[in-house]
T-cell receptor, first 118, second 115 residues
């Protein structure tokens, strides 16, 4: 997990409360991602960022918002948490988008944030 | 749509046994293929990758060959160790198009190796 820190690592909250997860990187990588991991689903992309203030939706973005005001920080917010958002959330970073002439996109992942919504 | 299908686990093996975890994919265009590994309590780590047909990725005794004709990228290891116990994810990225670079994961296969 060198260069990526997720906080909090564990959180228990109640339905309807707002939650913010933070991802902090020291690698100065342009791309940052939020995934959720659920049994039987593998990892699914929630949102990603390709620069400061530049973000886009992933496969399962409903109920989530993100912000990136600095290169090093990517925040994931659940405005009103629901039990279906109980999951393990992983942040990841990469230098480039990959593809084309730049080659394969290799992601480096954080250690994860376990969120339980009661 | 683009997807990855890998064999369901859990897979339980004895130490020094041969390992195969099957992975097939569906993709438009020519994807890059990956195996990531997740040890207990940790995030995912890249295990190996291949960027074009017939490429073989290898690392830590694990190997996988990009087979375009069978759209497969099976993970193999000749002799597993207890320390290989983990969850293994097959994944792809598209090299062109609107979703360029975004990783698409399989559901993961849990491997347990017994001494």
């Amino acid at each position: 997990d060198a260069g990526i820190t997720q906080s909090p690592r564990h959180k228990v909250t109640e339905t309807g409360t707002p939650v913010t997860l933070r991802c902090h990187q020291t690698e100065n990588h342009r791309y940052m991602y939020w995934y959720r991991q659920d049994p039987g689903h593998g990892l699914r992309l929630i949102h990603y960022s390709y620069g400061v203030k530049d973000t886009d939706k992933g496969e399962v973005s409903d109920g989530y918002s993100v912000s990136r005001s600095k290169t090093e920080d990517f925040l994931l917010t659940l405005e009103s948490a629901t039990s279906s958002q109980t999951s393990v959330y992983f942040c990841a970073i990469s230098e480039s988008k990959g593809g084309g002439k730049t080659g394969a996109n290799v992601l480096t992942f954080g250690a994860g944030s376990r969120l339980t919504v009661l | 749509g683009d997807s990855v299908t890998q064999m369901e686990g859990p897979v339980t093996l004895s130490e020094e046994a041969f390992l195969t975890i099957n992975c097939t994919y569906t993709a438009t265009g020519y994807p890059s293929l990956f195996w990531y590994v997740q040890y207990p309590g940790e995030g995912l780590q890249l295990l190996l990758k291949a960027t074009k047909a017939d490429d073989k990725g290898s690392n830590k005794g694990f190997e996988a060959t990009y087979r375009k004709e069978t759209t497969s990228f099976h993970l193999e290891k000749g002799s597993v160790q207890v320390s290989d116990s983990a969850v293994y994810f097959c994944a792809l990225t598209l090299n062109y198009g609107g979703s360029q670079g975004n990783l698409i994961f399989g559901k993961g296969t849990k491997l347990s190796v017994k001494p």
